[in-house]
């Protein structure tokens, strides 16, 4: 949302330099001589008052009685000279529709008596030099003061109702964004849990059943489709409790996790190592889970894809980035990791890890007999 400050005091300054402008036009048009240190004391203070219209909003009751005071003034140095009732009328309109609109209740009806009290003043004292009707009297009175004052009252209430809908607007939208994730909770786990639980199920019962003793290739197969089933369950429930709004209920995992997720891979049949250096230090939440999304999925392809060899999962800390790198080698032959499932892995990646403004690559080694996957990310004092 843009600033509107300076918006709002420059419409302050203009509304005040036409005010002033208004109430010297027209004395300079009706008033006095200006041969008159009356007149140039008048000049002085309408120009004084209307421009402390553009002044900060809690000073709006001392503007008010500022033009009160001034409003008969005019008429009082003025009794004997033309022009007597050339006086701070614009002024007095703004005044009093500033004190209605930005004081609170017991100042603003203080300011509109003290504004009150000077208008009658003023009046009476141009009546007896000019004569006037008391019912005209009464209607002037109620223009200059009354009315601004209860237009600012009414611009205040609008404001604070339309305030008022706005936040129950956001808090029924809030509601139904709860709701709709609760519901997309509850179709997950009723869609994806039993299956995925299904999945590691029958895979553990078909590796208690094969006939062949020991770490055979199938055996191996089947313990990672039961790794990988189980840490399914995992992330899906952290996701669950998201969707549901249990921020704190699950945490979500992070680079204290990976000897965990290592030691799952190393269960699946894969020998995997972790390798660190530089001094471990706190990093930002988002950043922690991103580095173990990546160190997930770099280990994932290597399960997938990878020849079987060791993989290594280095760790560097520094001053100001932190960076992440699996290596595992590849079966000789055409370009490996070429699915659609590991395009959109890789590519979902890369996303989160600019999301950050790191960097991601992933690809052969030099020599083309490992395949590397590495993000680095800007952090301050990691």
Known sequence: MRDITGSLARQAWLIAVVCMVADVSVALLI????????????????IAADLALAGPARLSGLVALGHAV?????????????????SNTAGMLIAGYRAGAWLTTLPAVASLLALIAGSMAGELLEANLAGRDWR?????????????????????????????????????????VAEERSSVAR???????????????????????????????????????????????EDLRRMLDLLHGEHTAVRQPGTGNLDELLERTRAA???????????PGELPGSVDVAVYRVAQEGLTNAL??????????????????????????????????????????????????????GEFSSGPTDDG??????????????
């Open 31 to 46: 008033g006095p001589p200006l041969d008159h240190w009356q007149t140039w004391l008048i000049g002085l203070g309408t």
């Open 70 to 86: 001034l409003y008969p003034l005019t008429p009082l140095l003025l009794n004997d000279l033309p022009g007597a009732e050339a």
């Open 136 to 176: 005209l009297l009464s209607a002037i009175l109620l223009a200059n003061t009354v009315l601004p004052w209860l237009v600012g009252r009414y611009t205040t209430e609008r404001r604070a109702q339309i305030a008022e809908l706005e936040r129950r607007e956001e808090a029924a939208v809030r509601r139904a």
């Open 187 to 233: 179709d997950l786990h009723d869609v994806i849990s039993h299956h995925v639980s299904a999945i590691g199920m029958h895979a553990g019962a078909a590796r208690l059943g094969l006939a062949e003793a020991g770490e055979t290739p199938v055996h191996r197969s089947l313990s990672a489709v039961e790794t990988a089933s189980r840490a399914a369950m």
């Open 269 to 279: 049949g894969l020998p995997a190592r972790l390798h660190t250096q530089g001094v």
């Open 304 to 357: 997938r894809h990878g020849a079987g060899g060791p993989v290594d999962v280095k760790l560097c800390y520094r001053t100001e980035e932190i960076s992440l790198s699996v290596t595992n080698p590849i079966r000789p032959g055409p370009a490996a990791r070429t699915g659609e499932g590991t395009r959109r892995g890789l590519a979902g990646l890369r996303q989160r890890v600019a999301l950050f403004g």
């Open 369 to 382: 007999r490992s395949w590397r996957i590495s993000a680095t990310f800007p952090v301050d004092g990691a």
